[in-house]
């Protein structure tokens, strides 16, 4: 039964500014619409993947109130969270076992790359426990 248990997550050591800045953050998210590519509805072969707009007679370049919203620098979150995990851990990528040594398990968190197969993913667990090292996608 011990294995079953359910095991806290580690959490970043956050000064209160911080803690502050990631829910205005979370809130700004939610307000941000979801840009999507200009007439993506209207043709199956255009992604909804966003592109700007840069037709000569573009309603959506000019901004008109009906089209929908252009990325723009007003929808950016505050600075001091910007490539910040959710959590608030600085996110690394780990390819080996030896790159959870320069880790610091305090602010930062370990992601392991998408390159690395079952075996060694298996043996930077086992060291990343050891550390008490948080990885982000097991």
């Known amino acids: 039964m011990e294995e079953d248990e359910y095991k806290v997550k580690k959490k970043p050591i956050l000064t209160k500014d911080q803690k502050e ?4 953050r979370k809130n700004i998210k939610k307000r941000t619409p979801h840009f999507l590519r200009e007439e993506w509805f209207r043709y199956k072969r255009i992604p909804k993947n ?22 723009r620098v007003g929808f950016r979150g505050p600075k001091e969270t910007r490539g910040l ?15 959870l040594e320069n880790i610091n398990p305090k602010t930062e968190a370990a992601r392991i790359s998408g ?15 050891e550390l008490e090292i948080r990885i982000l996608n097991i």
Do not use: Q
């Open 21 to 24: 800045k990631l829910i205005l």
């Open 50 to 71: 966003w592109r700007k707009p840069d037709g000569i007679t573009s309603k959506m370049r000019i901004n008109l109130k009906y089209r929908p919203s252009k990325v």
């Open 85 to 99: 995990h959710p959590s608030g851990f600085k996110e690394v990528i780990i390819k080996n076992v030896n790159d």
């Open 115 to 129: 390159s690395v197969g079952t075996k060694k993913r298996i043996d930077i667990e086992k060291k990343a426990e």
